[in-house]
């Protein structure tokens, strides 16, 4: 069974760089039908899609964060990364990595982990 | 304000069916598949339908997901108190070249 696990620091302080790591198990990163990605939830907000990337490395970002953000993969690991930078408290946020099929759906998502932007 | 809409709440008593609609634009919806998810309270969204109709293994032939046009629809019959959870559809949109979902659809069992 795929399981998927975000970690990362709870806390980031106002324009500094949110980074957190997906870690994959249960399955290969590597695989050709997949895409893996990272969506955020703003508490008692509806979901936004942050960005997908590819095992060969090639990114899609969400083109309203696309300036702050960096998705990174590491095959030898079965992780992927997230990096978001200048940081506000807008970004205070539920942040979920998730798999997404090449075909267009998200079928296995990690448990989700609220990073809060404070000083 | 989100690309895909969706009604902000639903309700209906157990037993019954509710449906929850998605509507979009050519460019999202009326080009790409559509996927919904379920979000119960304090957890993450768990895929319901995927490709407009088609179900995961493992989700009940209770939830049925349809596409015509730029619209789609998520159909719950039964209903069921477990059921009650925020509700959102997605799909890629061509020329954002960005996933979106919609605002989610919370779902009241009375």
């Known amino acids: 069974q795929l399981q998927l696990q975000e970690s990362g620091p709870g806390l980031v302080k106002p324009s500094e760089t949110l980074s957190l790591t997906c870690t994959v198990s249960g399955g290969s990163i590597s695989s050709s039908r997949y895409y893996w990605g990272w969506i955020r939830q703003p508490p008692g907000k509806g979901l936004e899609w942050i960005g997908n990337i590819y095992y060969s490395g090639s990114t899609y970002y969400n083109p309203s964060l696309k300036s702050r953000v960096t998705i990174s993969v590491d095959t030898s690991k079965n992780q992927f990364s997230l990096r978001l930078s200048s940081v506000t408290a807008a970004d205070t946020a539920v942040y979920y990595c998730a798999r997404r099929a090449v075909a267009g759906y998200f079928d296995y998502w990690g448990q989700g982990t609220l990073v809060t932007v404070s000083s | 304000q989100s690309v895909l809409t969706q009604p902000p709440s639903v309700s209906a008593a157990p037993g019954q069916k509710v449906t929850i609609s998605c509507s979009g634009s050519?460019?999202?919806?009326?080009?790409?598949?559509v996927s919904w998810y379920q979000q119960l309270p304090g957890t993450a969204p768990k895929l319901l339908t995927y490709?407009?109709?088609k179900r995961p293994s493992g989700i009940p032939d209770r939830f049925s997901g349809s596409k015509s046009g730029t619209s789609a629809t998520l159909g719950i019959t039964g209903l069921q108190t477990g059921d009650e959870a925020d509700y959102y559809c997605?799909?890629?949109?061509?020329?954002?070249?960005?996933?979106?979902f919609g605002g989610g659809t919370k779902l009241t069992v009375l």
């Open positions: 050519s460019s999202n919806i009326g080009k790409n598949y």
């Open positions: 997605g799909t890629w949109d061509s020329s954002l070249s960005a996933w979106v």
């Open positions: 490709d407009n109709n």
